[in-house]
């Protein structure tokens, strides 16, 4: 299938590693032109120049904080002066802490609420002057399978993760009539770095060592195994192109059929 994406600018965030890193290299081997920022400098740069030499797709790097304001805001301007009009943006950020709810402060609260629900808000409003010039866009936040069955060391996710989809399906209504879409994918057990941090804090709690609590975590999951990163980048992929230029205001799951609730 012909994604549609060859010659359209796609920014990604957290891109360095993961389903960001992912979701770069799926976008430039479908021809995007690919603006991916990341916090570490050296790693963004890294995995830029490692998707050109796979891919020969124009790529930049660059540095960006999803929990500073300015620091959004720029990354947005930049792209938009080195690249051109934004048709794709994928919200993503690196997850608040693990814990359970009397392990954290005020400070702690905020803080997430910072990183995750009002960096989607920041990112989105720093590319829609640009999508609405340009006719349209499309916008997807990668949440968690947490708001839809709350993690249980999850609490500060699970909560903001939930304002970021009910932030994504009301834009998803007023943005209709510009010909922007917004979606949302779940992710579910797939074997990236936050996966590995939450496994090996539920083994420690359960007393278990962190093979053995994998093993058990995926023999409950219907496909018996985790998910790769490249299957989550494929999806994403998928729904910033125009190969789905009629869905918006929805919540994708790619978890293996971990979610068991119908809605």
């Excluded at 080195?82 to 993503?92: T, W």
């Excluded at 997807?140 to 399906?169: C, F, H, Q, W, Y």
């Excluded at 979606?183 to 709690?205: C, E, F, M, W, Y």
Aim: aromatic content about 4%; some cysteine; glycine content about 10%.
């Amino acid at each position: 299938m012909d994604l549609n994406l060859k010659g359209q600018v796609v920014m990604i965030a957290a891109a360095s590693k993961g389903m960001g890193y992912a979701t770069a290299l799926e976008c430039a081997r479908e021809g995007a032109i690919v603006s991916m920022a990341s916090r570490d400098k050296q790693a963004i740069e890294s995995a830029a120049e490692t998707i050109r030499q796979q891919t020969g797709a124009t790529v930049k790097a660059y540095t960006f904080d999803a929990g500073d304001a300015q620091s959004i805001k720029q990354w947005a301007e930049d792209t938009l002066r080195d690249l051109g009009p934004v048709k794709g943006l994928l919200v993503n950020a690196g997850g608040p802490p693990t814990g359970q709810f009397d392990s954290f402060d005020d400070d702690d609260w905020q803080s997430a609420f910072e990183l995750t629900l009002m960096s989607s808000v920041r990112m989105i409003r720093a590319v829609l002057p640009s999508m609405r010039a340009s006719g349209g866009g499309s916008i997807l936040a990668i949440t968690s399978s947490s708001v839809k069955e709350p993690i249980d060391i999850l609490i500060l996710s699970n909560v903001m993760r939930s304002g970021v989809t009910s932030l994504i399906k009301s834009l998803s209504q007023q943005l209709g009539p510009d010909n922007i879409r917004l979606n949302t994918l779940i992710p579910g057990k797939i074997d990236t770095d936050r996966l590995r941090g939450t496994n090996q804090a539920q083994a420690s709690k359960r007393g278990v060592s962190v093979e053995e609590h994998n093993a058990q975590m995926a023999a409950q999951l219907p496909m018996r195994r985790f998910g790769d990163a490249d299957e989550v980048g494929k999806a994403c992929a998928f729904l910033l192109s125009d190969a789905a230029s009629y869905i918006t205001g929805v919540s994708l799951a790619v978890d293996g059929g971990l979610i068991k609730t119908v809605w």
